[in-house]
Nanobody, 127 residues
Framework: EVQLVESGGGLVQPGGSLRLSCAAS????????MAWARQGPGKGLEWVSGISRGGDETRDSESVGGRFTISRDSARNMLFLYMNILKPEDPNLYHC????????????????????WGQGTQGTVAS
């Protein structure tokens, strides 16, 4: 069974940092482009960051403006998101997913091209 389980969320002050993790099971994550997306209350999924199969290409949305860094550990079948300079307006529920197409290195910013979204981990930015 394919599963993606996110962790690492928490409460942080404005300007602070969080490190999110995503543990993949039931498939070899290194065969897929992987991505993070986020969601605010009552809002749809917003694609945030993606990474190629080998980890040599990453792509971020303009909304995170270089504040976030995505990485992966193929040996552990895991994905990470380092979030810096967090703002109160940053949407707070973060999900990871794999791209529907495997053996491709196109890092698409379209959430509809990803599947098996995890339940998410919540990161709240407040004073």
């Amino acid at each position: 069974e394919v599963q993606l389980v996110e962790s690492g969320g928490g409460l942080v002050q404005p300007g602070g940092s969080l490190r999110l993790s995503c543990a993949a099971s039931g498939f070899l994550a290194s065969n897929y482009v992987m991505a993070w997306a986020r969601q605010g209350p009552g809002k749809g999924l917003e694609w945030v960051s993606g990474i190629s199969r080998g980890g040599d290409e990453t792509r971020d949305s303009e909304s995170v403006g270089g504040r976030f860094t995505i990485s992966r550990d193929s040996a552990r079948n895991m994905l990470f998101l380092y979030m810096n300079i967090l703002k109160p307006e940053d949407p707070n529920l973060y999900h990871c997913a794999r791209r529907k197409v495997h053996y491709s290195d196109q890092v698409s910013p379209d959430v509809s091209e990803y599947e098996y979204w995890g339940q998410g981990t919540q990161g709240t930015v407040a004073s």
